[in-house]
C-alpha cells in the first residue's frame, strides 16, 4: 500500500478480477475523484484487470472503463493475483465461482473484497474466513448497499432508539421479469437463472432483503445478543432448478422479533418504476417505522414516521455524488473507500459487515435452499480449493 509525504491520501491499489457488467460499474466508481463524494482520506489506483477468456478482453474492458495507461491486461486470473503491485483484487465473477477465485487471490496473498453473493454455501465462506484469517488478510462481502452513507444513517437512528424497540423488519427486492409464456426474459444460460453460474432469485437479489433484515434487527445488536435467526421458506423453483421467487420468514427468538425476506423474478417490488406501491423496506418499532425507498440495492431516500409525529412524515433524501469530470458515481465508490480504510487501519474485516454476520447470512441462505430443494453442482459447491479448477483457469 503506498502512501508518501507527496501524496496526502491513502492509496490503494487494485486489481480487478473479471470483466463483465458489475466489473465495469465498479471500476469507474473507483476511477473517480474521492472528492467528488466529500472524501479526503483515501484513494484507489487501479493496477490491472483481468479476464479468463483473453487479454485482448481485458484490453478492451481497461479501453472501456478509461483507464489510465498505466492499467496493465492479464490473460488470467492466476497472472492478475501473482501481480506484486496490487493491494487488493475485486472478485467480479458469477456466484459460481467466488469461492475458487476468492481463495486463489488470498492464497497468493492478495487481501479480497468479492461480489455478492459471497458464496454458493455457507461451508465455503467459512472456508474463505478461516483462510483470510490464518493469512492474515482482509477479506470483505461487497454488498455495496452496506456501506451507503443513507445503510450508515438508518443503522445509526435504529441504535439511537429513533423508532423504539425494533420488533418487525420486511425487505423486498423483486425484479419483474415476467414476459408471460411461463416464462422469465433472462436465456436459461444466463446467470440469473443457470444453477451451473449459482444462478437463482435468493443468491442474486434476495441477499440484499436479508440485507436489510440483518441490518435492522441483527447488525444493531451488541455483539453477545447477536442470535441466528429461526427460518421458514418457501421457494418457486423455474424450469432451470434455480430459484425463481423465495419467501424467507426469519425468527429472532431470544429478541422476539421477526424478519420477513422477500425476492422474485417473476413479479416487481416496484411494478411501474415509480416506488408507487410504496418502501421496498419497512423497519417497525415500538414508537415508529423506517420506511426505505427501493430498490433495496440502491436506495436514494428514507422517510421516518413516528406515533408522536401526529401524522408528520421525515423525508430524507440521499443521492448518489457524480464526478462531473468523468460523468459518472453509481454508489460503489463507498465500498472501496471502506476497504481502503481498513487496510489503512490494519483491520481484516468491515465493521459494516463482520465476517461473522456474512456468515450468519449465508446459513439462512443454505436453509432456504434446502428447504426449497434448491441444489447447484459439486464443482461450485465444493468448498477443497483448487487452483486449477476451470473456475480459476477459464477452461470451460
Ligand atoms: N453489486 C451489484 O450491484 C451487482 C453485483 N453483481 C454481482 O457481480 C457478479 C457478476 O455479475 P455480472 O457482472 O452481472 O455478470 P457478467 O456476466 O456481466 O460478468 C461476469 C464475468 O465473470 C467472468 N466469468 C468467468 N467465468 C465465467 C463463466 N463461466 N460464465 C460467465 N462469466 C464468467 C467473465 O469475465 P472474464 O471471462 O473476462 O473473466 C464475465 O464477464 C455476480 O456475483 C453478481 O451477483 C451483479 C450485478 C450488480
Ligand atoms: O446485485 C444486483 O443488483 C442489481 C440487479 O439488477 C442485479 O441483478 C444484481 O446482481
Not at 484513494?43 to 477468456?53: P, Q
Not at 474492458?61 to 496490487?86: Q, R
Not at 419483474?176 to 440469473?192: P, Q, V, Y
Not at 415500538?286 to 422517510?303: C, H, K, N, T, W
Amino acid at each position: 500500500m503506498a502512501s508518501s509525504s507527496s501524496t496526502p491520501l491513502f492509496t490503494v491499489r487494485w486489481g480487478i478480477m473479471a470483466t463483465g457488467w458489475i466489473a465495469e460499474t465498479f471500476t469507474k466508481d473507483l476511477l473517480t475523484n474521492p472528492a467528488s463524494r466529500g472524501v479526503d482520506d483515501v484513494r484507489h489506483e487501479l493496477i490491472a484487470a483481468a479476464s479468463s477468456s483473453s487479454k485482448q478482453t481485458a484490453d478492451g474492458f481497461l479501453a472501456k472503463v478509461k483507464a489510465p495507461s498505466s492499467a496493465k491486461a492479464y490473460g488470467s486470473y492466476h497472472e492478475l493475483v501473482a501481480d506484486p503491485d496490487i493491494d487488493i483484487v475485486y472478485v467480479a465473477t458469477p456466484h459460481s465461482h467466488h469461492f475458487q477465485n476468492a481463495m486463489l487471490a488470498l492464497d497468493a496473498g492478495k487481501n479480497v473484497l468479492c461480489e455478492k453473493s459471497l458464496t454458493v454455501t455457507a461451508a465455503q465462506t467459512h472456508k474463505l474466513v478461516a483462510t483470510a484469517r490464518a493469512k492474515n488478510l482482509f477479506f470483505m462481502e461487497a454488498v455495496w448497499t452496506r456501506y451507503f452513507p443513507l445503510s450508515i444513517q438508518v443503522r445509526k437512528l435504529i441504535q439511537d432508539g429513533a423508532i423504539g424497540t425494533v420488533y418487525r423488519a420486511i425487505a423486498d427486492l423483486s425484479l419483474g421479469n415476467d414476459i408471460g409464456d411461463g416464462n422469465l426474459s433472462f436465456a436459461d444460460s444466463h446467470r440469473m437463472v443457470n444453477p451451473d453460474l449459482a444462478g437463482g432469485a435468493l443468491l442474486d437479489l434476495g441477499i440484499y432483503s436479508l440485507t436489510w433484515v440483518f441490518q435492522a434487527l441483527y447488525h444493531v445488536q451488541p455483539e453477545e445478543e447477536k442470535e441466528a435467526p429461526d427460518v421458514l421458506a418457501a421457494v418457486t423453483k423455474y424450469h432451470t432448478g434455480a430459484d425463481e421467487s423465495t419467501s424467507i420468514i426469519l425468527q429472532f427468538p431470544k429478541h422476539k422479533t421477526t424478519g420477513i425476506a422477500l425476492t422474485s423474478l417473476r413479479i416487481a417490488t416496484d411494478v411501474d418504476g415509480h416506488n408507487t406501491a410504496g418502501p421496498a423496506i419497512r423497519i417497525q418499532g415500538s414508537a415508529g417505522e423506517i420506511q426505505v425507498m427501493g430498490p433495496a440495492y440502491r436506495p436514494l431516500q428514507y422517510r421516518v414516521v413516528t406515533k408522536s409525529g401526529g401524522g408528520k412524515v421525515d423525508v430524507v433524501d440521499c443521492p448518489i455524488p457524480r464526478d462531473d469530470a468523468r460523468d459518472w458515481g453509481h454508489g460503489m465508490f463507498w465500498e472501496a473507500d471502506e476497504a481502503a480504510r481498513c487496510l489503512h487501519d490494519g483491520k481484516r474485516e468491515s465493521a459494516s459487515l463482520p465476517w461473522s454476520e456474512s456468515i450468519a447470512i449465508m446459513e439462512v441462505m443454505d436453509e432456504a435452499l434446502k428447504q426449497g430443494g434448491v441444489t447447484y453442482s459439486d464443482l461450485i459447491t465444493t468448498d477443497i480449493y483448487d487452483p486449477q479448477s476451470p473456475l480459476n483457469t477459464g477452461k470451460r
